[in-house]
């Protein structure tokens, strides 16, 4: 099940774990990453926090925690080659993955029809 936030993160709910990374949409607006900062493993977030930072020619931008949780993993292999996230952001482009918090906070996320629908696209 995957869900997006406003912010343009995604996140896929596996059992108590969430993984997360940036949209197709986001990494097209950012252009080639040039640069990820990932979180520490065991670093707590509350939703809406900033959470990671990645920078491409265009511009530096945050990637915000979707929902509140613990570091558990990191993509080690984006910050080797940030053109991971441009060439599949929602597969090995990932970015962290969370122990969620409050599972509650998953429902105020959009799903995928949701979000197409916000950025002008059909589902």
Partial sequence: MLRFTADH??????GDV??????EHAQEQLG????VELPASGKSFKKGA??????????????YAPISGQIVETNESI???P??????????????????A???????LMDE???KTQLGLKA
């Fill in 18 to 23: 969430a993984v997360v990374g940036i949209t």
């Fill in 113 to 115: 029809e949701t979000y």
């Fill in 83 to 100: 053109t991971l996230v441009n060439s599949d952001p929602l597969g090995h482009g990932w970015f962290f993955k969370l122990k969620i």
């Fill in 9 to 14: 993160e995604w996140l896929r709910i596996d």
């Fill in 50 to 63: 900033p959470a990671a930072v990645v920078e491409s020619c265009k511009a530096a931008s945050d990637v």
């Fill in 79 to 81: 910050v080797t080659d």
């Fill in 102 to 108: 409050n599972p509650s906070e998953i429902d105020s």
């Fill in 32 to 35: 080639d990453l040039v640069f």
